[in-house]
């Protein structure tokens, strides 16, 4: 299921949402290189999270081959700084616009209950959570962690929680056949959680690349947990009170 928009107004502009869509697509552009190999490569060995390498776990001066004709060479001394700076990072063109118009979709009425700062501080708290998870189910990895797709994983538990009954309009593809559904909120992001779940459990402790799943899993479980506290009830009450005068039934 794609989402292409949700039925759920908003009672402040979404700025910290479209600054982190902009400061994405700027790294990108200005540090990937718009997915120039050898600037993406060199970009995935110094910000990218390694695992096996933040925990000493992989000897030091191993190669791990990216592509072709780049490689990474773990020198052990990645800091602690890349279970934030893997977020800001994307592997492709695909990988960017989806993670970002999956943010922009979600994130606007999380960060609108929020307010402004918090919404930043529970987004990188998100990535980090997304992090760990990540880090648990393979302290080995070797390969490179990138993605924003963690921390907007929080965000979209946040909003399974806040407005689980709020309509989102998918597309959902079926072989040459496009058709459309309105779904709940709840169930579009329970059964997107429910995929990284399953497709998770035979990725343990796989070296291969690929999808981060339990990144996916940890970010959304982190956000069904920090919104009730992280979360203005006053904003909330705003919120609520236009729903009110739109839909009443979609309300939290």
């Not at 190999?37 to 990216?66: D, R």
């Not at 970002?100 to 960060?111: A, P």
């Not at 648990?136 to 797709?149: H, K, L, R, T, W």
């Not at 929680?161 to 597309?171: D, E, K, M, W």
């Amino acid at each position: 299921m794609i989402p292409i928009r949700d039925d759920n107004p908003t009672v402040r502009p979404p700025v910290i949402t479209i600054v982190i869509i902009a400061a994405n697509i700027a790294i990108w552009l200005l540090l990937q290189g718009a997915g120039g190999e050898a600037a993406l490569v060199k970009s995935l060995c110094h910000y990218g999270l390694i695992p096996g390498e933040l925990l000493n776990t992989v000897p030091k001066g191993m190669t791990i081959q990216v592509t072709a004709n780049y490689g990474c060479i773990l020198s052990g001394e990645t800091g602690n700084s890349t279970l934030l700076t893997h977020a800001f990072l994307h592997g492709s063109w695909f990988h960017l616009i989806a993670n970002m118009w999956f943010l922009w979709i979600f994130g606007d009425n999380v960060e609108d209950v929020m307010g402004s700062f918090r919404f930043v501080v529970f987004y990188l708290l998100c990535a980090i959570a997304a992090a760990g998870a990540q880090i648990y189910s393979n302290p080995g990895a070797a390969i490179p962690m990138v993605g924003a797709s963690g921390a907007i994983g929080g965000i979209m538990g946040a909003y399974a929680r806040l407005y689980p009954r709020a309509r989102v309009h998918t597309i959902i593809p079926i072989g040459f056949y496009i058709t459309s559904f309105s779904v709940p909120a709840g169930f579009m992001l329970g059964y997107w959680f429910l995929i990284q779940l399953l497709s998770g459990i035979p990725a343990i402790g796989d070296e291969a690349g690929g999808v981060a799943f339990w990144a996916h899993a940890g970010g959304f479980v982190a956000g069904l947990i920090l919104i009730k506290p992280m979360h203005r009830p006053d904003y909330l009450a705003e919120h609520n009170a236009l729903m009110a005068g739109r839909r009443p039934d979609d309300r939290f």
